[in-house]
């Protein structure tokens, strides 16, 4: 079955370290994004690609980089500069003016 | 800028009543509007989107809503909820810029009492 794959599903982070968020789709699509989900607050966008080797800042993307070397893949780093970045994130593809695919997310905490 | 608000953070319904889950959104032209399901630790699925033509949309899960650009309106309903309905509930709008961002709503908690 075609899908979005997020991994890990839980990922913890020590202070000053940084972690990356693995997000790989087989639908062969081209657009793929990144949202970053805190209670109350609904879905901001941290970064988005249209296509491999390009990609946008979002609303929220200090503390973030991402990699688009692969069209089926959209990895997102959380780094040290990141000073609250517990929450639960989530990948989403989408291809045309289809609607977006969403995976099933990483719930990332700090120990 | 373009935004979506839902009212309401959260609601209580009992199983077999009707919902209606409210979505309000600035636009300046004919918004692409979607609503999404999110239940517990999991993604986004989605419900229903609208494009153009009927107002009224049919969706997933024997939800529908409708569009009423008078109110800036796309309301969500379902006639009878079942235990199973009890998730977060987010709507969105597909932003006017070529890059296909959705800008979403903060969400809508409902809960289904027996």
């Known amino acids: 079955d075609g899908g979005i794959t997020q991994s890990p599903k839980y990922l913890f982070r020590k202070e000053g370290q940084n972690v990356t968020l693995s997000c790989e789709q087989n639908?062969?699509?081209?657009?793929m994004y990144w949202y970053r989900q805190d209670p109350g607050q609904g879905l901001r966008l941290i970064y988005y690609?249209?296509?491999?080797?390009?990609?946008q800042k979002g609303d929220i993307a200090e503390g973030y980089s991402v990699s688009r070397e692969k069209k089926e893949s959209f990895p997102l780093t959380v780094t040290s500069a990141q000073k609250n970045p517990t929450a639960f994130y989530l990948c989403a593809s989408k291809e045309g003016d289809q609607p977006q695919h969403f995976g099933d997310g990483t719930r990332l905490s700090i120990l | 800028a373009q935004s979506v608000t839902q009212p309401d953070i959260h609601i209580t319904v009992s199983e077999g009543a009707s919902l209606e889950l409210r979505c309000n959104y600035s636009?300046?032209?004919?918004?692409?509007l979607f609503w999404y399901v999110q239940s517990p630790g999991q993604g986004l699925q989605l419900l229903l989107k609208?494009?153009?033509?009927?107002?009224l949309v049919q969706g997933i899960k024997g939800f529908e809503a409708e569009f009423k650009r008078s109110q800036s309106s796309f309301n969500l309903r379902k006639p009878s909820v079942h235990w199973s309905d009890a998730a977060e509930y987010f709507c969105?709008?597909?932003?006017?810029?070529?890059?296909?961002?959705?800008?979403f709503g903060a969400g809508t908690q409902v809960v289904v009492t027996p």
């Open positions: 690609s249209q296509i491999v080797n390009d990609f």
């Open positions: 639908l062969n699509h081209d657009a």
């Open positions: 609208y494009f153009s033509g009927d107002t």
């Open positions: 636009y300046g032209a004919t918004p692409y």
């Open positions: 969105a709008v597909l932003t006017t810029d070529s890059w296909g961002k959705l800008q």
